[in-house]
């Protein structure tokens, strides 16, 4: 029997399929605001629509016809190819994220950000396939500020307002990574903890102002000190820690004595008269036995604890 076309299909709106014409079709893919691309699962542009605004992103449309393997580095074509066949096998939606330059892709257009982009992508497998391939809906939207947004606001939650320098939240993570380098390869890495001597007295007598400047002196003087791998956190109040990976225990005793010297070279500028400033330091290296990064930073601040019962302004290095 033929039904009539409402009840083949009674979720379609019949005037309104009869509205929607293929030039109109058309029109609405070249209008979508984000690009959008057909790609097969050999990584064939079989279709590029849409995204014509050139503040956000580079025409695409000469990408039709060519392969990923041909436009892309090997490494980055073997990336779009995993996330096109993880669509294609899960058959959901697969949203994922990545940066990508003009000058990373032949054929795009020239016109368009400067900077490389970093993109969304949502990856729809479709249920159709085209010269017998499986293809996906690849939607590709330029999430560059919200990106930098959130590179920003993960600076802040690491950083310390007053040094600049990282925090301890940073430190841990930070800490943790080298000690699995430590663990697994045998990678050595020292730990410094310093704590300011006698701020306290500096600061009831010339103002927390003046203890600000040696906490900020101390921080650019272990920066000035320090190789491009090592990291130096303030800890707390007045205690610092600095990382030294690949630095055994007699080149960070060393270190330390020299880090010790250039401070007391740097405070005697700031003319703290009658109040000896100075810094004590532990220093300690991951170790053996050790279960956890924790354990070389309570060895460190034990050594500390013996340089302040030491008399302060010294080194005291821990076992
Ligand atoms: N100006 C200033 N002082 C701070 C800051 N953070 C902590 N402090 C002060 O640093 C001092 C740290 O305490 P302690 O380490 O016991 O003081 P200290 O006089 O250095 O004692 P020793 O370490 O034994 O020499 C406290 O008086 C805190 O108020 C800061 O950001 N600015």
Not at 226 to 242: I, K, N, T
Not at 246 to 256: G, H, K, N, R
Request: glycine share 6%; proline share 3%.
């Amino acid at each position: 029997m033929h039904l009539p076309e409402s009840q083949r299909h009674p979720h379609l709106n019949i005037s309104a399929v009869n509205a929607v014409r293929i030039e109109h079709m058309t029109a609405v893919l070249k209008a979508l605001p984000d690009p959008t691309f057909i790609l097969s699962q050999s990584g064939k542009y079989l279709g590029v629509f849409g995204g014509n605004d050139a503040r956000y992103y580079h025409d695409g449309s000469a990408l039709v016809g060519s392969h990923l393997s041909n436009l892309i580095s090997a490494e980055k074509a073997q990336w779009f190819l995993d996330k096109i066949t993880q669509a294609l096998q899960s058959n959901k939606l697969l949203i994922e994220e990545y940066e990508l330059s003009d000058k990373d892709v032949l054929g795009v257009s020239v016109d368009g950000p400067e900077l490389p982009i970093w993109f969304e992508g949502r990856i729809q497998p479709l249920d159709f396939t085209i010269a017998g391939e499986r293809v996906v809906l690849w939607v590709a939207s330029n999430i560059s500020k919200r990106h930098e947004m959130e590179r920003q606001l993960r600076e802040y939650s690491d950083t310390d307002q007053l040094t600049g320098l990282f925090n301890r939240r940073r430190l841990e993570q930070d800490v943790s990574q080298h000690y699995e380098q430590w663990a697994r390869y045998s990678r050595p890495c020292s730990i410094l903890m310093l704590d300011l001597d006698n701020l306290k007295a500096i600061n009831d007598t010339l103002g927390h102002h003046m203890g600000d400047n040696i906490i900020v002196a101390m921080a650019e003087t272990c920066r000035e000190q320090c190789r491009q791998a090592d990291s130096v956190y303030r800890f707390g109040g007045d205690e610092f820690v600095l990382a030294l990976p690949c630095m055994t225990a007699e080149q960070a005793l060393a270190f330390a004595e020299r880090l010790r010297q250039s401070t007391l070279a740097r405070f005697e500028l700031l003319a703290i008269s009658g109040l000896s400033a100075s810094v004590s330091i532990g220093v300690a290296c991951m170790a053996t036995n050790d279960s956890g990064y924790q354990d070389s930073l309570k060895r460190a601040d034990a050594a500390l604890y013996r340089a302040k019962r030491a008399g302060k302004n010294c080194v005291v290095f821990m076992l």
